[in-house]
């Protein structure tokens, strides 16, 4: 009877683990095969296409009741969360006409967005023309980046498989549930 009752305990806590930040509803309609180096390569190709890419906010531009992140491009977590510590492949703009309040979605902060494709803007970045894929924002979810642990409440599974990864805490939500238009 107790064997049993482990199994499943820890069979949904591992799936639990494993859950998505993002809607069901939005990941549903993301092109999941579409890759951020595809879209960068042919923005004006992808347009309509539903996408789910993240990063960490470079900037954050309002005008009116448009409001307008550039985002430093990183590959996603299973989960759906950036992982900080990937490779970027370049930058990319996420148009939202919901309110995006600049103190809140600073420049540092990792984002998750699922948008649709609007083709490419060229703008200038450090002196020079950059062809940024431009997104129409559906959903928009912002985490904290990872930070030591502090000493007095040290990670009590740290370096237990020799991964410096395990000092920090994951990355996660400041507060609340996902932005939904």
């Known amino acids: 009877m ?3 009752m482990i199994a499943t305990l820890v069979t949904a806590l591992l799936l639990s683990g494993c859950a998505h930040v993002m809607s069901d509803a939005n990941l549903k309609l993301a092109d999941r095969s579409l890759s951020y180096a595809d879209m960068k390569k042919n923005p004006d190709g992808s347009v309509g296409k539903i996408v789910l890419v993240g990063g960490i906010i470079a900037g954050v531009n ?4 448009v409001a307008m ?3 430093t491009q ?8 950036p992982d900080e510590y990937s490779h970027s492949s370049g930058r990319f703009l996420a148009v939202s006409t919901e309110l995006i309040d600049p ?3 600073r420049p540092g902060s990792l984002v998750t967005i699922i948008g649709e494709i609007k083709g490419k803007k060229v703008q200038q970045l450090n002196g020079a023309d950059y062809p940024y894929p431009l997104l ?9 980046p990872t930070e030591p642990f502090p000493a007095a409440t040290a990670n009590p599974y740290q370096n237990q498989i020799g ?9 996660g939500p400041p507060d609340g549930e996902p932005r939904r238009p």
């Not at 309002?62 to 009741?65: C, F, L, V």
């Not at 129409?136 to 904290?144: D, K, N, P, Y």
């Open 2 to 4: 107790i064997r049993p």
């Open 62 to 65: 309002t005008s009116g009741d």
């Open 69 to 71: 992140l550039e985002v």
């Open 74 to 81: 990183l590959e996603l977590l299973q989960n759906g969360v």
């Open 103 to 105: 103190i809140v979605y």
């Open 136 to 144: 129409a924002v559906r959903e928009l979810r912002i985490f904290r």
């Open 163 to 171: 991964d410096s990864k395990f000092n920090l805490r994951p990355p």
